[in-house]
C-alpha cells in the first residue's frame, strides 16, 4: 500500500459566535515540515497541533492555515482612527499635487479603504472553542489523509505500468545477445585480415578474445535487474505504508544495472532498449519523490 505526501483536507467547527475553517496541505518533501497561518488568539494552540499532526501525517511539506467568520451579534468593530487619518492626508496631498478638488463626501471615500475597521474578538480561548479547533484541525488531516491513499492508489497504478514495460524491455534483450558476438568475432576477423602477414601466437589471441567477450557478458546485470523489479513490486505491496525511501533506493539500483547493460551492450538495437528502460526507470524517479 502506498501513500502520496501529496494532499488537501478541510473541514470546519461551528460555534454560536463564528465559525472555524481549517485547511490543511502537503506536498513532498524528506522530513515533516510544518508551518502554520492562524489567528493571534489561537497562536499559543500551535505547538499542540503540530505535535498532534506529526505521528499522523509523518512526512511532507505541510501547511495549515485556520480562518474564524463571526457569524453573531457579540462581536465588536471599531474604526482604526490611524488609518482612516493617513488615507486623507495622502488623498490631499495628491489632491494638491494634481489640481484637483478633494472629495465632497469623505467618508464614503474613505471607508471603501481596506483596514479603515477593526473586528475585534475575544482575546482569550475557552475549552469549548480550543476543543472544536483541534477537532476540526484533525478531521482536516484525516480528509487529507484520505487524499493522500487515493493518490497512493494511482501511483501504484503509474509504478506497475513503467516496472511491467522494464520488465518487457528487458525480456527482449536475448534476441540481439547471439547475433552481438557474432557480429564481433566477425569485426575483429575483419580487422585482423588487413594487417599484414605476421608471426603471432594464435592461442594468446584466442584468449584475449574470450576474455574481451566475456566482458561484455550481461547475464548477472538481466539477473539482478529482474531482482530489483521484483523487489520494486514486493515493496509497493507491503500493508504498512513507509516505502518512499526504500523505493527510491532500488530504483537507484536499478539504474546501475541499466546503465551497466548499456555500457556492455556494444549493439545498437539493445542500445534502443536501454534507453526505453531508462526512460520509464526516469519517470519512476521522479513519481517515487512523491510517495511516504
Known amino acids: 500500500m502506498l501513500l502520496s505526501m501529496t494532499g488537501f483536507g478541510r473541514a470546519t467547527a461551528e460555534l454560536p459566535e463564528k465559525k472555524i475553517t481549517v485547511e490543511i496541505k502537503s506536498l513532498n518533501s524528506k522530513q515533516f515540515d510544518f508551518s502554520a497561518r492562524v489567528p493571534s488568539v489561537y497562536r499559543s494552540m ?15 511539506k505541510v501547511d495549515m492555515s485556520v480562518s474564524v467568520d463571526s457569524t453573531g451579534s457579540q462581536t465588536t468593530v471599531r474604526l482604526n482612527n490611524v488609518a482612516i487619518a ?28 481596506p483596514d479603515v475597521s477593526v473586528q475585534e474578538t475575544a482575546s482569550e480561548l475557552d475549552d469549548s472553542e480550543r476543543q472544536a479547533v483541534a477537532d476540526a484541525v484533525m478531521r482536516a488531516a484525516e480528509a487529507l489523509m484520505q487524499h493522500r491513499r487515493a493518490e497512493g492508489v494511482k501511483l501504484e497504478e503509474f509504478f506497475r505500468k513503467r516496472i511491467d514495460a522494464i520488465s518487457g524491455f528487458l525480456a527482449e534483450v536475448p ?20 594487417i599484414p602477414v605476421i608471426d603471432y601466437d594464435k592461442g594468446r589471441l584466442e584468449q584475449e578474445m574470450i576474455f574481451y567477450i566475456e566482458k561484455l557478458d550481461v547475464n548477472e546485470e538481466k539477473q539482478r535487474l529482474e531482482q530489483h523489479l521484483r523487489y520494486f513490486v514486493e515493496t509497493m505491496e507491503l500493508p504498512h505504508p513507509g516505502q518512499g525511501k526504500k523505493l527510491g533506493f532500488i530504483a537507484q539500483e536499478m539504474g546501475r544495472e541499466i546503465n551497466t547493460l548499456g555500457s556492455k551492450s556494444n549493439d545498437a538495437d539493445m542500445q534502443r532498449l536501454v534507453v526505453m528502460m531508462k526512460d520509464n526507470l526516469e519517470q519512476i524517479k521522479e513519481q517515487v519523490l512523491n510517495v511516504m
Open 46 to 60: 500551535e505547538v499542540e497541533l503540530r505535535n498532534r499532526l506529526a505521528p499522523l501525517l509523518e512526512r511532507g
Open 86 to 113: 493617513e488615507y486623507r492626508r495622502q488623498i490631499q496631498e495628491a489632491a494638491a499635487t494634481a489640481g484637483l478638488p478633494e472629495p465632497a463626501d469623505w467618508w464614503s471615500v474613505l471607508m471603501r479603504f
Open 175 to 194: 534476441r540481439y545477445e547471439s547475433g552481438r558476438i557474432d557480429r564481433i568475432k566477425a569485426r575483429f576477423s575483419e580487422a585482423l585480415s588487413k
